[in-house]
């Protein structure tokens, strides 16, 4: 096993096309439907083997899409563990609208998962010889134990591993953790687990360094879109600027973008450095189509760019949201 392993409790099948124009009560044509594995942990993986780097992908699968989505990670290159289910893998389609230029996702919820399944992920996990990075990624299906995040922050630093958490805020709600080292949420995520509607200026950084002082994690790494992100420590808070680019679909940027981070932080950069690369990563997944996520070339350069301008040291409060 790789330093550098995720987690993907509820994965999925990514199909997307597109038409000439959305319209309701008529016979669409399409294009051929591509189909892309997916799912947070899933997609953190790919995009660090696109990266040139190495992480294992350990995820529930089930039915003709588990088996799919085992096929396409073959063809990627992606090492893997499936824990086969009796319950398919769930699949979501993306429709691109040419007509508009928009981009339509319609997301399913997956299958309640029984209890031997999750606990033989967890099994693997605490079996595993060396870890350096664990990546828990992605949305829960019903029927999760309260205390799941809890139970792998305690597998994690058994293992004197660094645990990253990139789910959804209710997920965190419904089943709160402590000791993480790292949570990516977005600023809706961020706003939700401070409960409010919205943050703006100094809120932000307040609401991250409350769940660090709550022992959520070491560090909060706030993603929000065009606007870049905001890193969180106890010490400092740094909003860092993202590239301006012409966006094509943001499907998997925050994967591509947790991808870049551990990546660098695996390879020894600093914190500082790693959410630069992060930044790029997710911002080069944003030039390409589906979730096609980054490429090592566009994120190399995007990284370079993003080298050169300074990151604004959090004082006045002041973050330039795209809104």
């Known amino acids: 096993m790789p330093d550098i392993v995720t987690?993907?409790?509820?994965?999925?099948?990514?199909?997307?096309?597109?038409?000439?124009?959305?319209?309701?009560?008529?016979?669409?044509?399409?294009?051929?439907?591509?189909?892309?594995?997916?799912?947070?942990?899933?997609?953190?993986?790919?995009?660090?083997?696109?990266l040139g780097g190495e992480a294992h992908a350990i995820f529930l699968a089930g039915g003709y899409p588990g088996n799919l989505l085992q096929q396409l990670l073959?063809?990627?290159?992606?090492?893997?563990?499936?824990?086969?289910?009796?319950?398919?893998?769930?699949?979501?389609?993306?429709?691109?609208?040419?007509?508009?230029?928009?981009?339509?996702r319609f997301v399913t919820a997956g299958n309640a998962i029984p209890e031997k399944y999750w606990k033989e992920c967890l099994d693997i996990v605490a079996g595993l010889d060396k870890l350096s990075y664990l990546v828990v990624s992605g949305s829960l299906q019903p029927g999760f134990p309260p205390d799941l995040f809890g139970r792998l922050a305690r597998i994690a630093s058994q293992k004197e591993a660094r645990l990253v958490l990139d789910v959804p805020a209710e997920s965190i709600l419904d089943h709160p953790v402590t000791g993480a080292y790292l949570l990516k949420p977005n600023l809706g995520e961020l706003s939700m687990l401070a409960g409010k509607?919205?943050?703006?200026?100094?809120?932000?950084?307040?609401?991250?360094?409350?769940?660090?002082?709550?022992?959520?994690?070491?560090?909060?790494?706030?993603?929000?879109?065009?606007?870049?992100?905001?890193?969180?420590?106890?010490?400092?808070?740094?909003?860092?600027?993202?590239?301006p680019v012409k966006r094509v679909s943001t499907v998997g940027a925050g994967d591509s973008m947790v991808a870049g981070t551990v990546l660098y932080l695996h390879e020894g950069k600093s914190l500082r450095e790693a959410v630069r690369y992060g930044i790029a990563c997710g911002t080069a997944a944003t030039l390409n189509t589906g979730t096609q996520l980054c490429t090592r070339g566009e994120a190399d350069q995007l990284y370079r760019y993003i080298s050169d301008i300074p990151n604004l040291a959090y004082a006045s409060g002041d973050i330039l949201l795209p809104f």
């Open 197 to 243: 509607e919205q943050l703006n200026g100094t809120e932000i950084a307040g609401a991250a360094r409350a769940l660090i002082a709550h022992n959520t994690a070491e560090v909060i790494l706030v993603s929000m879109g065009a606007a870049g992100a905001l890193l969180v420590t106890r010490e400092n808070a740094e909003h860092f600027i993202a590239p």
């Open 74 to 104: 073959r063809g990627e290159g992606v090492p893997f563990i499936a824990i086969e289910t009796d319950q398919d893998t769930r699949e979501n389609m993306m429709v691109t609208d040419r007509s508009t230029g928009l981009q339509y």
């Open 7 to 50: 987690i993907t409790f509820n994965p999925c099948i990514d199909k997307s096309c597109s038409i000439d124009a959305l319209v309701p009560d008529r016979k669409l044509r399409c294009t051929d439907f591509v189909n892309e594995p997916g799912g947070g942990g899933v997609n953190v993986a790919r995009a660090i083997t696109k």
